[in-house]
């Protein structure tokens, strides 16, 4: 079966200064969700939903939807603050919207197959799509199986500030055993360090897999992403500035027993943008890419 592709792009992008999933980067102006589409698109994967917030959508459907028209089918779903289950609020001040798996719970609607998720500013390179696409077509077993690619949290790092990623515990067999939240990691010397939730800093070797929110889920997801947002909300909905990370809601499942997530490793480099100083290395990096046979000079034509 083939899967959907969920492309979370309703962040604020508020460390970059603008809106990161519109800007151009490649060498024939290309943004990086353009080479996420085309590695999928080539993988088989031929419906995208884009989560967007509502006043994005002319725009997107402008300078976005239309140009994926005639290779995918394009579908939209809307990630609104006010998008909460009966009973509870938008807390005063709030602006930011609620995280990743609240990103992927608004799509619900416009996914019916098993479906990858990625974030609208990283390119994540061929070979992940590829093993999406062979993982959605398998059998599922006992449990609700999922998927993640992993990179290498070396190579993930931004040189112009902090970031957070989740670092990943799989075992032996190449199944995720779980996967927490880091904020704060960056390069301190010849090392890496980081901040776990209570505040305290560790220090890491940069070989660590880390999910970059490249996901392989099924539909069956969404009633559990349901409950544990409704969680979240009475824990931290007050909080105009907390979030429901997808990688937590997948590390609760795994701790309850709930599924299987089994990661597929990508030797293939990763390219982000989160500032606005990254954006020069990312677009040598593209060029570099398109020169080594990679990627068409251009993409869509």
């Known amino acids: 079966m083939k899967p959907a592709l969920v492309v979370m792009a309703a962040g604020l992008g508020s460390r970059y200064g603008g809106l990161k999933q519109l800007e151009r980067v490649g060498p024939a102006g290309e943004t990086v969700m353009d080479y996420a589409l085309f590695d999928a698109r ?26 994926y028209a005639q290779w995918m089918d394009v579908d939209y779903a809307f990630q609104d603050l006010d998008a909460v289950p009966a009973g509870f609020r938008v807390p005063p001040g709030r602006v930011k919207p609620w995280g990743t798996a609240h990103a992927v719970l608004c799509a619900r609607e416009a996914v019916t197959t098993p479906f990858v998720v990625v974030n609208a500013d990283d390119c994540y390179g061929r070979v992940a799509f590829e093993k999406m696409a062979a993982w959605a ?15 290498r949290l070396a190579n993930t790092l931004s040189d112009h500030g902090p970031v957070a990623r989740g670092l990943c515990r799989v075992a032996g067999d190449g199944h995720l055993e779980a996967v927490r ?24 070797t940069g070989d660590e897999r880390v999910s970059m929110n490249c996901w392989g ?85």
Not at 43 to 65: K, M, N, P, T, W
Not at 184 to 194: Q, S, V, Y
Request: with cysteine; glycine share 10%; aromatic share 10%.
């Open 181 to 204: 939240e880091w904020t704060g990691l960056e390069r301190a010397g010849d090392g890496i360090r980081g901040t776990d939730a209570t505040g305290a800093r560790h220090a890491f």
């Open 42 to 67: 080539r993988a088989g994967i031929d419906q995208v939903v884009f989560v967007i917030r509502r006043e994005l959508e002319a725009a997107f459907r402008e300078r976005v939807g239309g140009r």
């Open 217 to 301: 889920f099924r539909p069956s997801l969404f009633p559990e992403l349901e409950a544990q947002f409704r969680a979240f909300l009475e824990r931290r909905g007050d909080d105009p500035k907390a979030e429901c990370y997808l990688p937590s809601v997948v590390d609760t499942l795994l701790r309850e027993g709930k599924c299987t997530v089994r990661v597929l490793d990508s030797p293939d480099p990763w390219f982000g943008v989160t500032y606005q100083e990254d954006r020069a290395p990312v677009a040598a990096a593209l060029l570099a890419q398109q020169r080594a046979g990679a990627y068409p000079p251009d993409l869509w034509t």
């Open 137 to 151: 077509g398998r059998e599922e077993g006992p449990l609700p199986a999922y998927a993640m690619a992993a990179f």
